[in-house]
């Protein structure tokens, strides 16, 4: 959700940039207003769908009005007519909104497991639609019989904020045949939540954390985490944040605090199992509403989860007894972070009962930040801060077919400068967050057959705007600019072999936006921004541009492989 700065409620906005579509003149020109623009659009791939016969089921179809505290709950039965298996199963997400309304965010719970998790745009006042699609093949094991099914999406409607958000979402479920076999999926999924009749994230401030019991089958295997993880309020742009002394000195410009570095944890029984590093994600009001329209920025309408391999822990977790796990937001923050997963566990099916132990754990608590402030000769200040992070996890499992040990190695650097100018008013961030997990596999006695597994990320964002406040709280003007981008990669080697590549993503979004408010009135607004995403993996690879300018797209291509 966007908001000024010179609220103490509110994120940072960044220096201004020329938005396209502007020019200069040599006499005075009326400003820009563009309210109204097209459908949100984004370069995504959209899910790929077999050519099988299949059904459709409304699974919801309901208006969110003032709605936080109740969100829609319901049931999810699978079709009588396509029993299964089935080949995927994919949930639709479609909306529709008009008049005035807040970015708001969004989830969906199937038998308490997070299914989907969704921010919305912001509309204009002729109104937009939009359309979300997701692959949830891998909540197999939850979607074969009747589940809660809850869907939260917190809003507020009064004389201001007039949208009401008109959603439908459908699950269709695609049967198997000779060419498309049935979808990939554990053999258990566990929900990491905290309810299967109500909004299941964790809310987490500073200090708190969350914790699941569950109990895992005796043959357990392997588990995965699959982890969500977003900040709300001042960790929204938890990227531009100052350091808390800086903010204790600076109480009057309404600066967020916390720091910069972001890292969430996963412990299993209180032991630390795994880390992950948040993406930027920015929402469609985030910096300068106009910058969004109509693309939104990366992990806006479909958010990603990050993957935490437990697998090193299964031989503990199999011993039939409860056993805890807990997730830990990021250390040093200002504002709720909304958290909750989903554990993924396959079993040993020639085995009752599998046992093991952890054999190596250097996960420290998340390092301390050093953060350093200099003045600079234009009266601006410069906050630098610089993290890198190294640790593994190793344990193995007695099965049936012998004994698997997996081994977590994971490499984190981090760095990030942020200028601030005109008392908080003019910002520039230039972040850098990148790193890799190497994950072993060893089946067998001794070196036995062994796999490995690279897994890179990098998350580099560039911002720059400015906000200028007017009379009132509803006058205001708000500019800027921002260059974002995931890369991913996954590569594997068997027995020494070469890596082989596995997939690979480039999504990178590149936005610019103006957005003047006078008493509530827009007196100028525009924008500009432009989305290329490029996704390689076994059955292909996907390219696809998109640029927009005042509302519109200017240019839309797919671009293939490159």
Not at 14 to 37: D, H, K, L, M, R
Not at 128 to 135: F, G, L, P
Not at 266 to 275: E, K, Q
Request: a negative charge; aromatic letters at 8%.
């Amino acid at each position: 959700m966007w908001r000024p700065l010179a609220l103490a409620a509110a994120a940072a906005v960044f220096v201004a940039g020329t938005f396209a579509g502007s020019a200069v003149a040599a006499a005075p020109v009326a400003p820009t207003v563009e309210i109204n623009y097209q459908n949100p659009v984004t370069a995504l791939p959209p899910i790929a769908r077999p050519d099988t016969p299949s059904c459709t089921v409304t699974a919801m179809q309901h208006d969110f009005a003032n709605s936080y505290g109740q969100p829609y709950t319901g049931t999810l039965t699978p079709p009588a007519a396509c029993p299964g298996p089935w080949s995927k199963v994919v949930l639709d997400w479609s909306g529709s909104i008009a008049g005035r309304q807040y970015d708001r965010l969004a989830g969906v719970w199937i038998g308490g497991s997070e299914v989907f998790r969704t921010s919305t745009p912001e509309p204009d006042p002729a109104g937009i639609s939009w359309h979300v699609d997701q692959d949830i093949s891998a909540f197999t094991p939850l979607l074969r019989t009747p589940q809660p099914l809850v869907v939260d999406l917190g809003n507020v409607v009064d004389s201001t904020y007039t949208g009401t958000y008109h959603m439908t979402m459908t699950v269709t479920y695609y049967q198997t045949d000779k060419h498309n076999p049935e979808a990939a999926h554990s053999d258990v999924v566990v929900p990491i939540s905290q309810s299967t009749s109500a909004a299941g994230w964790f809310g987490l401030t500073k200090g708190q954390t969350a914790t699941t019991t569950v109990t895992l089958p005796r043959n357990t295997e392997s588990a995965d985490l699959q982890l969500y993880a977003r900040g709300g309020g001042c960790e929204e742009f938890w990227y531009s944040n100052v350091p808390d002394s800086y903010a204790a000195t600076h109480s009057s410009e309404g600066l967020c605090a916390g720091g910069t570095y972001r890292e969430v944890q996963v412990l299993v029984d209180g032991r630390p199992a795994g880390t992950a590093q948040p993406f930027p994600v920015i929402y469609t009001g985030g910096i300068s509403p106009l910058m969004w329209r109509p693309i939104p920025s990366i992990d806006s309408f479909r958010t990603q989860p990050y993957d935490l391999d437990l697998t090193p822990f299964a031989g503990v977790l199999a011993d039939g007894k409860p056993h805890t796990v807990t997730l830990v937001p990021p250390s040093d923050i200002s504002d709720t972070w909304l958290m909750d997963g989903s554990l993924f566990v396959n079993v040993d099916a020639g085995s009752a009962q599998t046992s093991g132990a952890v054999t190596q754990d250097t996960i420290t608590p998340s390092p301390a930040v050093d953060y350093t402030v200099a003045a600079q000769s234009d009266g601006s200040d410069l906050i630098t801060a610089a993290v890198n992070r190294d640790w593994t996890v190793s344990g193995y499992v007695d099965t049936s077919h012998g004994r698997i040990t997996t081994s977590v190695v994971r490499h984190s650097a981090y760095s990030n400068s942020d200028r601030l100018a005109g008392a908080g008013t003019v910002q520039t961030v230039k972040q850098r967050d990148s790193g890799w997990t190497q994950t072993t596999t060893t089946d067998g006695p001794g070196l036995g057959h062994r796999q490995v597994r690279d897994d890179t990320w990098s998350y580099p964002i560039d911002m720059s705007g400015t906000y200028v406040p007017g009379a009132n709280s509803d006058s205001y003007t708000a500019d800027g600019q921002v260059s974002v981008a995931r890369h991913l990669t996954s590569t594997e080697a068997d027995h020494g072999d070469a890596w082989k590549p596995v997939s690979s993503v480039d999504d990178s979004v590149q936005a610019k936006g103006s957005l003047q408010r006078v008493n509530g009135t827009v007196v100028a607004a525009d924008g500009s921004d432009s989305e290329l995403y490029l996704g390689r993996g076994r059955d292909g690879c996907y390219g696809h541009y998109i640029a927009a300018d005042h509302g519109y797209v200017t240019r839309d291509v797919l671009t293939g492989c490159r």
